[in-house]
Nanobody
Framework: QVEVVESGGDLVQPGGTLRLSCKAS????????MGWYRQSPGTQRALVAEVKADGLTKYADAVKGRFTISRLDGFTTGYLEMSDLKEEDTAVYYC????????WGQGTQVTVSS
């Protein structure tokens, strides 16, 4: 049984920084990658960033140059470093791990407001 838990969401002012963490318990095999989606009220869940098993990363255009995805060796811990945050980054951020199925966390709230 794999459990995915996100943490690090908070209220932050525009221009601020935040780091989200994602930890998976249990063995993920095969491992195809991990990443982050976000969803704000009235919108569909959308990809923010992902890192594949080979280390290749992909970012949504809206966050390129501001967000950085990373993971620790062992692949069960990942991070999303967010800088120059904007009000439109406000959302619930969901972490996922991709294997023969996709494992999702419960989400962590990020609110960007002055």
């Amino acid at each position: 049984q794999v459990e995915v838990v996100e943490s690090g969401g908070d209220l932050v002012q525009p221009g601020g920084t935040l780091r989200l963490s994602c930890k998976a318990s249990g063995k993920i095999s095969p491992y195809y990658g991990m990443g982050w989606y976000r969803q704000s009220p009235g919108t569909q869940r959308a990809l923010v960033a992902e890192v594949k098993a080979d280390g290749l990363t992909k970012y949504a255009d809206a966050v390129k140059g501001r967000f950085t995805i990373s993971r620790l060796d062992g692949f069960t811990t990942g991070y999303l470093e967010m800088s120059d945050l904007k009000e439109e980054d406000t959302a619930v951020y969901y972490c996922y791990y991709k294997s023969s199925r996709t494992y999702w966390g419960q989400g962590t709230q990020v609110t960007v407001s002055s």
